[in-house]
């Protein structure tokens, strides 16, 4: 506030003689001192004199000036993190300027898909993704704008809402630092992949959760399967039982991206699924989604066991699950692009997997992947997931997760379990994963000196 | 010479990215803005040791340190920050610290 005022003042006194040396006017020092107050007090809203309004206030950001970088750095709208109680940046004005997401963080705003331009944010703390993040996520098909929105408020919604399983609990709050993570992830992943980063983390402790795989969701639809994620999100979400709850969740999200086209037919699994799907869908994944939508739990289930699912659950969830599945395994993040096919493969993969009668999970699960991908390809009825991969595999997956579609969700708890264990083995990877996110996606920075 | 601890703060950054706009509409040059940059180090650094004296008393829960290159970063979880006027909550914040003596290893140079 006044110190700001009379910080600035001096400097200005003090570049004005450098200034001078160069040779300007004193016109662009002036230039430089409004820019400069401007900007200060549209972020901070200190008080302030000098505030000209530049044109549109970029600065919108509300969030600590670390939000700016993580907002530049991200371009991908996918802002993350801060859902603590970030204030809401008037995302457009960030996104604008910035990376084009706004970020908005409302702060502990329950999902609520706030489409406002993507930004998710992702509140370390067990608050999985209060922010709702309208776009972020999920670039996949370079929509990733798109994605954000829901993909963003998927996140939210996962963290928060009251995981009907109380495993989902647990894990969801290892889901949400992983989907934070993920989310994190996601966003860098949407530039470069497709969702399929970010949702994996989430994924992969959701299935724990099972339906908190909501979260995971979210981070799906980065993935250009989205659409497939958005469905296994969905459906882990919804849970078939909590599809309600992450209907919601999802709508929210899925209501910015509808468009994609994969309109959640459920309205409680599909409307998350939807969410979900939309935002994969743009990576022009066909919404698998509605088959997703059904079982969210299944399908997580099925993505977790991988397999242990039953092709019958699996193929329900392939779609979804295949993308979740795909997730989970922190290699999913990897995979991102390959998760899109996965949604489609996955499930579909999965099934073909439990054919072989790969049931382990914690084993087959690496080796599914591969599989998977592959299955995916040809299952993957989206076209971009073809171009993923091989179509050759979609071909057959597609064949699988029609028959599978079925799915029991009995099949699915039995892979939760497995999934769980499988966990651990992920979660390692994780751990670590969270600390540098955490650190560096911190809306709050204090920076100090200290005295030996 | 002084930490360019502070750049990356409100007001080092709107700095920052003012200097840019005037960079890029070729009102000042890049050399001129590192200039002024250092002569914000400067004041920011001499402002804040003379100008001010506030106390703030903080606790929360430590998440992670590190120190590495003379800097100490702190990601401290729930922390509350209580002032005389106020108080703040925050889920999470990231502190960091440079040594205040020399200025360690300075990348500006």
């Known amino acids: ?452 | 010479m002084a930490s360019q601890l502070y750049r990356n703060t409100t007001l080092g950054n709107s700095l920052q990215e003012s200097l840019d706009e005037l960079i890029q509409s070729q009102q000042i040059t890049p050399q001129l803005a590192l200039q002024v940059l250092l002569q914000f180090d400067k004041a920011i650094n001499s402002a804040l040791a003379q100008r001010v004296r506030n106390r703030v008393n903080f606790r929360g829960s430590l998440n992670t340190y590190r120190f590495c290159d003379n800097v100490w970063t702190f990601v401290l979880n729930d922390v509350e920050f209580r002032e005389v006027t106020e108080l703040v909550k925050v889920d999470k914040v990231k502190i960091v610290a440079c040594d205040g003596k020399n200025t360690g290893s300075n990348t500006a140079e």
């Not at chain 1, 609990?169 to 399929?196: F, H, M, R, Y």
């Not at chain 1, 309600?244 to 991206?257: C, D, I, K, N």
């Not at chain 1, 935002?279 to 994944?285: D, L, P, R, T, W």
């Open chain 1, 1 to 452: 506030p006044k110190l700001y005022k009379s910080i600035i003042e001096d400097v200005i006194e003090g570049v004005r003689d450098i200034f001078a040396e160069e040779g300007l006017e004193e016109q662009v020092l002036k230039d430089l001192k409004q820019l400069w107050e401007t900007k200060v007090m549209q972020s901070k809203a200190t008080e302030g004199f000098f505030r000209h309004g530049h044109q549109s206030p970029q600065f919108t950001l509300q969030l600590p000036h670390n939000f700016h970088h993580i907002l530049q750095n991200s371009t991908a709208s996918v802002v993350i993190p801060a859902g603590r109680g970030f204030q809401h940046l008037t995302a457009a004005d960030l996104g604008a300027s910035r990376v084009g997401a706004t970020l908005t963080f409302p702060s502990g705003i329950s999902y609520p898909i706030h489409v406002p331009a993507g930004v998710t944010l992702q509140t370390a703390s067990g608050h999985l993704y209060k922010v709702n993040v309208p776009v972020m996520v999920t670039q996949a098909s370079g929509n990733a704008s798109i994605l954000h929105h829901p993909a963003q408020q998927i996140f939210h919604p996962l963290g928060q809402p009251s995981v009907p399983q109380a495993s989902i609990a647990s894990v969801a709050q290892v889901n949400a630092s992983s989907a934070q993570a993920a989310a994190d992830t996601l966003q860098p992943q949407e530039t470069a992949v497709q969702q399929t980063t970010v949702f994996q983390p989430n994924v992969v402790e959701k299935n724990h959760l099972e339906e908190s795989a909501s979260t995971s969701f979210i981070q799906q639809p980065s993935v250009s399967q989205q659409q497939l994620v958005a469905n296994a999100v969905l459906n882990q979400c919804a849970d078939s039982n909590e599809i309600s709850q992450h209907g919601s969740l999802r709508m929210a999200v899925f209501t910015p991206e509808p468009s994609k086209g994969s309109s959640p037919t459920d309205p409680v699994a599909n409307n998350s699924s939807s969410v979900l799907l939309d935002v994969e869908q743009q990576g022009g994944i066909e919404p698998q989604e509605s088959v997703q939508q059904q079982v969210p739990d299944d399908i997580i289930d099925l993505i977790i066991v991988d397999d242990s699912l039953d092709d019958d659950t699996v193929l329900k969830y392939q779609n979804s699950i295949a993308a979740f599945k795909k997730m989970e395994p922190t290699e999913q993040m990897e995979s991102n692009l390959r998760s899109e096919k996965y949604i489609c493969s996955d499930i579909e993969g999965i099934i073909q997997l439990d054919g072989t009668g790969d049931i382990s999970p914690r084993e087959e699960m690496p080796r599914t992947k591969d599989m998977e991908e592959n299955e995916f390809i040809g299952i993957i009825e989206s076209e971009d997931l073809k171009v993923l991969e091989d179509e050759e595999d979609a071909e057959e997956c597609d064949s699988v997760s029609n028959t599978e579609s079925s799915s029991t969700s009995g099949d699915n708890e039995e892979l939760q379990i497995d999934v769980v264990e499988e966990d651990p083995l992920n979660s390692g990877d994780d751990v670590s994963e969270q600390d540098i996110p955490d650190l560096f996606d911190t809306d709050n920075v204090i920076v100090c000196q200290y005295d030996k």
